[in-house]
């Protein structure tokens, strides 16, 4: 529950908790220096217009309190666009300020961001005007990673990748990153980063139970070229909770309100595919969430899993899972409800 507007946890300095490091494990991102916390905080469904900036901050200042200092964002994440980046530079300025070296933040640019051609793709002016508008909200003056978002098929992949490099050169982000590019072109971004004298810091793919494409083909180029990867929707955007084990939508539930999830994806499939898992994760003790993220935390390859949160509870939830090494039985009790290697249910 979000605590009252007038708690004076929200208008006394924030002190983030001395064992914020006790819990949350963290992993080498690939072959970098880096460390991330196997969970991270995703900006995207949580952060715009539907939420009060008190509830936001409760849950910037929880994830920070638990040692998921990871925040990850784009450009366009909202509603409206640029929200959940505006969002986050006014709780950085009153709350996290202090704590900014601490904090790993990353952003993106790659879609519809402004009217016109020159906002949205992989073109030079996109990337770079956005990550300036993207630092102007989030009142910082550099990123940790700033990914290209998506593939362009209208702009060169060096084009794309030699912003990547200069943007990294200037020092407005630290590292470069890539979402949503298959195989082929992770490795192309990686060679050409490299004559760059920049190396890929990180892939940010959709992983989960219900997709598992990334295992066919860019899971093992990543192995090869020791690149990290942060996941996204570990939960198949709440398909992966119990909210829906009746068959039913309930009204508070994001397939009641998402562009991205409705209730024509309560097929019989998915229903029988739910339950059992429902079934397995209660043999294991653990939720349906908390299994899912331990799921996908199980391959050494994903270095962090990136969770929504519309409350405290669920990065609480996450944080335990992190910590779960799942059995060869569980993982194997899994298999028939889950997507094929390399395939998604979607």
């Known amino acids: 529950m979000p605590i009252a507007a007038d708690d004076p946890r929200l208008s006394s300095p924030f002190e983030a908790a001395p064992t914020r490091y006790d819990d949350v494990p963290f992993a080498r991102a690939g072959a970098s220096g880096i460390p991330l916390p196997r969970i991270s905080l995703g900006l995207w469904q949580n952060f715009g217009s539907g939420r009060t900036l008190d509830t936001q901050r409760e849950i910037l200042r929880h994830a920070v309190d638990r040692g998921v200092v990871h925040i990850d964002l784009a450009n366009n994440y909202g509603p409206p666009y640029g929200a959940a980046e505006t969002t986050f530079g006014t709780v950085l300025d009153t709350d996290l ?81 890539i979402s949503n590019y298959p195989a082929d072109l992770t490795r192309r971004a990686h060679e050409l980063l490299a004559a760059e004298g920049v190396r890929l810091f990180i892939h940010q793919p959709r992983y989960s139970l219900f997709d598992r494409t990334p295992e066919a083909e860019l899971f093992p180029v990543l192995r090869d070229l020791s690149v990290g990867s942060a996941v996204f929707s570990p939960l198949a955007q709440g398909l992966l909770t119990a909210k829906y084990l009746d068959g039913t939508v309930p009204a508070d539930s994001r397939a009641a309100d998402s562009r991205f999830l409705d209730e024509s994806a309560l097929t019989d499939d998915y229903l029988r595919r739910i339950r059992g898992i429902d079934g397995v994760a209660r043999e294991a003790g653990l939720s349906i969430p908390q299994l899912a993220v331990a799921w996908v935390l199980r391959d050494p390859v994903v270095t962090t899993a990136i969770i929504g949160a519309s409350r405290t509870s669920q990065i609480d939830d996450a944080v335990a899972a992190s910590k779960v090494t799942l059995t060869d039985d569980v993982i194997a009790a899994l298999e028939p409800f889950a997507a094929a290697v390399g395939g998604s249910l979607r």
């Open 97 to 177: 300020r202090r704590y900014r070296d601490e904090l790993f933040v990353s952003t993106k640019a790659g879609y519809d961001m402004w009217p016109g051609p020159y906002g949205d793709g992989g073109s030079r002016k996109y990337l770079i005007r956005s990550l300036e508008q993207s630092l102007t909200r989030m009142r910082t003056d550099y990123v940790d990673v700033f990914y290209s978002h998506r593939v362009d098929p209208e702009t060169p992949i060096e084009e794309t990748v030699g912003a990547l490099a200069d943007i990294v050169r200037s020092g407005k982000a630290l590292y470069a990153g």
